[in-house]
C-alpha cells in the first residue's frame, strides 16, 4: 500500500472520483510508476458489505447529497431531489452498473456530420473517431473481461431474456443475444463466473461484474504509487496566476478542509459533480468557472433517451432471477430517419425488484390499475428503453445558491428538457417494445416513464475547436493545461450505447498520454 503522500507534494496527479473513469486512471498512472492521490466523497464498500435489498442498498451507496431539478422532465416532477442515480463510493457508479459494454458505431463519433442540422440540438462531431479508439476499446474489453469480446462465451440467457427473445424473433429482429457484459461467464482475472444471484445493481457480492472498486483500486494501491482517500469531498480546484491548476481543496469526514497541492489534476466526479465543481472554482482569472472561457461547461447535458416496458403474461415469468441486464436487442441501433428521428436505440433486458417497481412502474398513481399490476410481479417480464438523446445547450447544470451540501457550496440544479428527437425516438421503442411482448401473448403491456438516470453524460465536451467545448482529443481543458477531464462528461455526444465501456477506453488511453507527456517534460 502507499505510504500517505503528504499535502505539499507537488509532484503527484491528483484525481477526483474512482469510478469507471477515475479508478481505472488512477490504476493506470499507478501501474506506470506515477504517484497518484485520489480523493473520493463516499466511503469504501467491497462485494463483503454489498447488501442484497433494494432500499437498504440505496442507502448504503447512492449519492443524496441535495441537487435541484428542472425541466419538463418527469423526474424533475417526480424525483425533484434526486435526478440521478449515481453510487458514492469507491468505485462510484461502477458498483451500481449493469454491466453492459458495447463499442460506438462509426457514425456515432460524428453525428454532426452524419444527422446534418437537427434544430434545437447542439450537435458536433468527435474530435477522435472509431478507428483511433478500437485499440483502446480492445484495451477496455480484456481489462473488464466482456463477453462476446475475445474469445469470451456469452452469459447464459434468464426467463426475462427468453421472453424478449421470443418476442424479438416474433417481430423479425436478428440482433438478439445476452449482451456483450462486463459479468464473467467464466472464471476470469481472478474473478468467477456469474453466479446468477440478481442483485446487479446493487453490488455483485461475488466480484464476477467488474467494478473499479475491487479491480482496479486495489491494484493501483498494491503498486506504492496509488493512496486513496475516501470520504474526502473536493471543494475546489485552485490555480496559479499563470493559469495552471496548483492543487485541490477539499472537506474530509469530519468537515476540516486540506490543501493537496498537485502537478496535474483530473476531474471524474460524474457529469452533475464535474462541472460543478469546476464552477464552483470560479476566481478572478476564471470568473465564470475554471475552464469555462467557452461557456459550455455545464452544457448539453444527456441522459440517454430512455423508459422501460413491463409486460404481464398469464405464467410466472420470475424476471427477476439471473442478471438483471444480460439481453439486448441492437436491431434498432442504426441511424434510420425514416423512422421519424436520427440516431439509434437499443432495448435491453430489465428486471426490478418490488420496491422499485412501486416506485418507478407508474409514478404518483395508485388505486386498482396499479395494485393489480403490482399482483402480476411474478407474471411480468421487462425491458429499458437506451437511445441517442440531443445535446441541447439549455439542458444544463448549474449552481443553486439557494441550496447547499453540508459544506456550505451551492448544489447543483439539473435542467433537462426532452428534444422533440428524443420523444420520436422513445415512442417508436414504446411501440417495438409493446409489439414485442404482445406477440408472445402479453395480457397487459405497462410503457413506464424514464428514471433518475444512471448514464449522465456531457457538460465538458470534446471539441476540436476550443470554443465548441471545455476539452480536447485527450480530455485535456483547452483553457487549463494541467487539468484534464476523465469521466462522461467529456463525451460530445451521448452514442446509442451505454457508455461505460467508452469512458474505459479513454480513461486508459488517456493514462497514456499524460504519461507520456511527463515524460517529455511537457507536463
Request: with cysteine; aromatic share 8%; glycine share 10%.
Amino acid at each position: 500500500m502507499a505510504a500517505p503522500f503528504a499535502l505539499d507534494d507537488t509532484s503527484v496527479v491528483v484525481i477526483i472520483g474512482t469510478g469507471s473513469g477515475g479508478g481505472v486512471l488512477a490504476n493506470e498512472l499507478a501501474q506506470k510508476g506515477i504517484a497518484v492521490v485520489a480523493l473520493e466523497a463516499g466511503g469504501r464498500y467491497m462485494p463483503e458489505d454489498y447488501i442484497n435489498d433494494e432500499w437498504e442498498s440505496f442507502g448504503q451507496l447512492a449519492w443524496t447529497d441535495p441537487r435541484s431539478t428542472s425541466g419538463d422532465w418527469r423526474v424533475a416532477k417526480d424525483f425533484s431531489g434526486l435526478p440521478a442515480w449515481i453510487v458514492k463510493a469507491v468505485g462510484g457508479t461502477s458498483i451500481h452498473w449493469a454491466g453492459a459494454s458495447l463499442r460506438f458505431q462509426e457514425h456515432e463519433f460524428k453525428a454532426r456530420s452524419t444527422y446534418g442540422a437537427v434544430q434545437g440540438a447542439n450537435l458536433l462531431d468527435w474530435p477522435i473517431d472509431l478507428a483511433e479508439m478500437e485499440p483502446w476499446y480492445e484495451k477496455a474489453e480484456a481489462k473488464l473481461g466482456v463477453t462476446r469480446t475475445g474469445g469470451r462465451p456469452g452469459l447464459p440467457g434468464n426467463n426475462n431474456y427468453k421472453v424478449l427473445e421470443a418476442g424479438a424473433r416474433k417481430l423479425g429482429y436478428k440482433e438478439v443475444h445476452t449482451g456483450r457484459m462486463a459479468i464473467n461467464s467464466r472464471d476470469y482475472d481472478d474473478r468467477v463466473a456469474c453466479q446468477q444471484t440478481g442483485f446487479c445493481f446493487q453490488g455483485c457480492k461475488w466480484g464476477a461484474k467488474w467494478s473499479s472498486a475491487y479491480t482496479d483500486i486495489p491494484r493501483g494501491e498494491a503498486t506504492g504509487n496509488l493512496e486513496v482517500r475516501d470520504r474526502c469531498h473536493a471543494l475546489r480546484i485552485e490555480h496559479d496566476a499563470s493559469g495552471e491548476v496548483t492543487g485541490v481543496l477539499y472537506a474530509d469526514e469530519n468537515g476540516t478542509e486540506h490543501l493537496q497541492k498537485a502537478r496535474i489534476v483530473c476531474v471524474a466526479g460524474n457529469s452533475i459533480e464535474s462541472p460543478r465543481l469546476l464552477l464552483n472554482s470560479a476566481s478572478n482569472l476564471f470568473p465564470d468557472g475554471l475552464a469555462n472561457s467557452s461557456g459550455q461547461v455545464g452544457r448539453n447535458y444527456m441522459r440517454h433517451t430512455t423508459g422501460s416496458v413491463y409486460a404481464a403474461f398469464d405464467k410466472p415469468v420470475r424476471m427477476w432471477r439471473g442478471t438483471t441486464m444480460a439481453g439486448i436487442i441492437q436491431d434498432e441501433a442504426r441511424h434510420d430517419p425514416s423512422r421519424g428521428f436520427v440516431g439509434g436505440y437499443e432495448l435491453e433486458t430489465l428486471s426490478l425488484g418490488l420496491p422499485f417497481m412501486a416506485a418507478f412502474l407508474d409514478p404518483g398513481g395508485w388505486g386498482r390499475e396499479f395494485t393489480t399490476a403490482l399482483d402480476s410481479y411474478e407474471n411480468m417480464a421487462g425491458l429499458w428503453i437506451v437511445g441517442e438523446d440531443m445535446p441541447q445547450e439549455t439542458n444544463r447544470i448549474t449552481l443553486n445558491h439557494d441550496l447547499r451540501d453540508r459544506f456550505g457550496q451551492p448544489a447543483p440544479n439539473v435542467n433537462f428538457d426532452n428534444h422533440p428527437n428524443d420523444i420520436a425516438m422513445r415512442n417508436h421503442a414504446y411501440r417495438q417494445g409493446i409489439a414485442i411482448y404482445e406477440a408472445v401473448g402479453a395480457t397487459r403491456t405497462f410503457p413506464t416513464p424514464p428514471y433518475p438516470s444512471t448514464h449522465n453524460l456531457g457538460t465538458n465536451r470534446m471539441s476540436e475547436n476550443p470554443r465548441d467545448g471545455v476539452v480536447n482529443r485527450n480530455g485535456r481543458a483547452h483553457d487549463v493545461p494541467n487539468l484534464f477531464v476523465s469521466d462522461g462528461s467529456q463525451f460530445t455526444t451521448g452514442a446509442t450505447e451505454n457508455p461505460t465501456l467508452t469512458i474505459v477506453a479513454l480513461a486508459i488511453r488517456q493514462a497514456d498520454h499524460i504519461a507520456s507527456e511527463m515524460a517529455r517534460g511537457t507536463l
